[in-house]
């Protein structure tokens, strides 16, 4: 009988084995940490399913209870999106309306993520931003409204040009842009048309846009771009009545939006651009907008808003940083910093004015200009976003469309931020309000910028504000911001006792400059 | 028996005086608008009057009822101050814990102020200010922290001197100063002297101390000069302790303050100077000291809290205007502007450092920097305030204890006073953000300022944005901001049509300039 009571066992084992792969197979289902974890139901597609079946689900761990809205996406499909911020094991249940949708649970387990993806960014030490994982993110923005509406082709040009540069943040819209240079219908509408009488139904969201729209984040997102995306703006006035939609409608698009994209580690809301150039929506509302973000938001994503020609009131909670529209803050010293020293929170010089060669003066910085513009944000502890308006012939403007970046800033900027990811941290003007050319992270690491002016000779000479002891060993670069070049100057510097409110190098000895502007000093403590 | 009869008319006669004299009396008492009403009461002596005895009154006439604090002024006496701001008839009836102070009514009338009496300031048109009756005031201050705590005869002369002056509001701190440059004791004490453990007795004022800031308050009225009062600072640092009373004192003596002086009409509060270096008050007490100020003050006085290195929150509702400390935002064009963006309210650059000769950096601008700074203010939209660091031989500096002027900038602030007070109104930057020199008030008015460089030749020309019409003729003056001269260029100058984002004369014609710093033009439209 030994054969059978063998043969029992391993029925039993088998039996074991189907039990465990059918109630823990979910648990087997394996999330990165920051990265999506989808829910996928069929259910009704009678109605209007986008507003009148609610869908939604609580995620758990030992520690924390979110709340998720799903969405509708359209041919039965009732979506609900998740990113787990937490190593570990998770379960959900489904919330619905809709007794297909309703109460069904599951599980599945965050795992770490993979070298390249470090979370969402976040606001560090009060000006600066930093990833979840703590990596140090700078951002080296670039502008492209309109470019997820130009077709396949553009948009693939668009991002092999980014996957070559630098940047690692773009400016973009979500609803299609209708203005100078910009007039192309696009591939898809947020909506489905509407009746006679409206031409669209804003209560029906046309789910092939927004999985565009999606691709494309997600696109950025594995160039390691983050997607500052701007959720109204005013270049429509008429041509498809996005801009003017009315409040209702305005929140359902939010709350649409915010449940599609939450969980896109990559997303970062800006209100608007220009909010103050969007007549149908008067200054009040944006209070009532950003905090339905905020409140569909589970994540907490970075949140601003951008201004025309009248600042928001930036202080408000929702807004994470401050997105600012104004390039006098960086055309020149002592600017930048003014507005850092109001809000508390990280200043992003979002529009500056770009390099290019139009007519109109927002558009037709040099490439130095450009390029200045950012180091002058840089060395005040704020940032700068790029833009490029040269109109090529026939080629499509990136700033408006995308496609290929012709400019001489983008290489510059590059070099920059290279130099600020080589250094130890964020910087700050060392003697705030006193010294407008150096900054510092502390007194290991200062980078001192002449901008345009040339000058023969430099004294080594740091603020006694945040400086070092007497006989300090310090090693100079001498930055060339345009060329490029980072040239050691073969001498050690070691500080003397402060005089006034300067500390000197002992010697007082010059360095002889060449004759070229927009050079830089990288001054980093010998160990 | 016709003598009988006169007589007895005679007699019904006399009685009617009488009783019209009897009762009518308080209606003859006539206070004019925006001064004082007081009344005065005996009470207890007995226990703490300061805290025990609670003593109120409502004033009302036809459309308004006001709730007033009075406060115990020492000897048994109980005063209760009260602004009308309404012409006609007003009535009272006191409310108080003490039978003698309680339910006492009278009534006065509010009559028309004189010449020199225009009412309490006000902020008008967001960034301005005006004075009730809709004079326009334009903000010329200065600084003489302890002036009042120095001594009739010091006190005195600081009084002649700014009779001469044409500065129209002084920053002065109540409470002494124990600082460098100010280490004498007061002639009085804002308290009681304590018991032997306790220095002081906080919970007990000395109204003489009090008796004399509102005489010097009045002094200042006369002279048509704003007392833009300093309720706390940081400059004492255990020396008397005024400055760590505790949240419960600080409170108490708000209070005091509020009963005491909101009815004097050139009143303004200033929380604090430097705030942020008053090591005993955390940063959030703020709201609540401004709070109480805001709800102790019938009137709604302008109400300001100064920063050291670090702004308070300018925007929250109990600031009528911001009052920064920070000379960089006036020492160069392009920069005044950027805070006024920002609040939406009126800028005052409130401390940029000090004309004068001491080591210090902020108390070392020369008379041409600390001018420069007035008018770098004055076309941005901004008011700055000036202060005198001049350190002579035994003599006092003005800055710290009042006394004379010795500066060269107060004469040349005058004369940018006279100009502006002469022109149609406040200024704004025509076109903000791109052109930095040239303010307005509309088409019709311009002020040009070139600043310390030099330039041989000036074109006429005007920004687009806020200009006028092709054809529109204009009055040019040359001025010299130091030499404090206006001459009229002999030339009618035309406008043509806007090139670009410029207004040019339609000759071009080049007008030939001094070889001088610090001109400006004034351009004023031909009617």
């Known amino acids: 009988m030994q054969t059978n009571k063998t043969f029992f066992l391993f029925f039993v084992f088998v039996v074991l084995l189907v039990f465990l ?39 758990s761990n030992n520690s924390k209870r979110v709340s998720v809205d799903g969405f509708y996406d359209g041919e039965g499909n009732y979506l609900i999106r998740f990113m787990p911020m937490e190593l570990g094991k998770w379960n959900y249940i489904t919330v619905s309306n809709i007794a297909a949708l309703n109460h069904r649970s599951g599980l599945f387990t965050c795992v770490a993520p993979n070298n390249a993806n470090h979370g969402m960014i976040r606001v560090a030490d009060t000006y600066h931003f930093r990833y979840e994982d703590g990596k140090p993110y700078y951002p080296f923005g670039t502008t ?32 299609p842009k209708y203005y100078t240079y910009v007039t192309n219908e696009p591939l898809f509408y947020p909506y489905e048309k509407g009746d006679g009488k409206n031409r669209w139904n804003f209560k029906r969201f046309n789910p092939a846009f927004f999985r565009h729209l999606e691709k494309r984040i997600d696109d950025l997102n594995a160039l390691g771009i983050e997607a500052d995306l701007i959720i109204f703006h005013p270049y ?8 003017s939609m009315g409040k209702e409608n305005d929140l359902l698009y939010i709350k649409y939006l915010a449940a599609r994209l939450s969980a896109f580690r990559n997303v970062w809301w800006s209100m608007a651009n220009e909010f103050d150039y969007i007549k149908s929506k008067p200054r009040a509302v944006w209070d009532d907008y950003a905090a339905a973000v905020v409140g569909h938001d589970p994540y907490r994503h970075l949140c601003s808003i951008h201004n025309g020609s009248v600042y928001y009131d930036n202080w408000k909670p929702y807004f994470t940083h401050v997105s600012i529209q104004n390039g006098a803050p960086v055309e020149d010293f002592g600017r930048a910093g003014l507005l850092r020293d109001v809000y508390f929170k990280p200043v992003i010089y979002d529009e500056v004015c770009y390099e290019g060669n139009l007519p109109q003066r927002w558009g037709r910085l040099t490439g130095q200009e450009m390029t200045a513009a950012v180091w002058q944000g840089i060395i005040a502890g704020t940032y700068v976003t790029h833009g490029e308006s040269i109109k090529g012939n026939g080629d499509t403007i990136f700033w408006a469309k995308g496609g290929i970046l012709k400019g001489e800033s983008p290489a510059r900027i590059a070099f920059l931020r290279t130099l600020l990811e080589n250094g130890p941290g964020p910087l700050h003007l060392a003697d705030n309000w006193k010294d407008n050319q150096t900054a510092q992270t502390d007194s290991t690491y200062y980078l001192i910028y002449l901008g345009k002016p040339k000058q023969k000779e430099w004294m080594f000479s740091l603020p006694k504000k945040g400086g070092p002891p007497v006989g300090t060993k310090y090693k100079v670069d001498l930055i060339d911001t345009w060329k490029m070049s980072v040239t050691p100057i073969n001498q050690v510097f070691e500080t003397s006792k402060a005089d006034g409110y300067r500390i000197y ?20 403590l010998i160990k």
Chains 1, 2 share one sequence.
């Open 21 to 59: 792969f059918l109630f823990g197979a979910h648990a087997q289902v394996k999330v990165e940490r920051w990265n999506r974890f989808e829910i996928s139901l069929k259910g009704p597609v009678t109605g209007n399913p986008f507003t009148e079946n609610h869908f939604s689900a609580i995620f």
């Open 144 to 175: 492209a409204y309109a470019w997820i509406h130009q077709g396949p082709e553009l948009e693939e040009a668009t991002l092999t040009t980014l996957k070559s540069s630098a940047f690692n943040k773009i400016r973009m819209c979500i609803l």
């Open 236 to 243: 429509d006035k008429g041509h498809w009545g996005f801009d």
């Open 505 to 524: 190098d002992k010697n007082h000895s010059l360095v002889s400059l060449p004759d070229d502007s927009y050079l830089a000093f990288r001054i980093h």
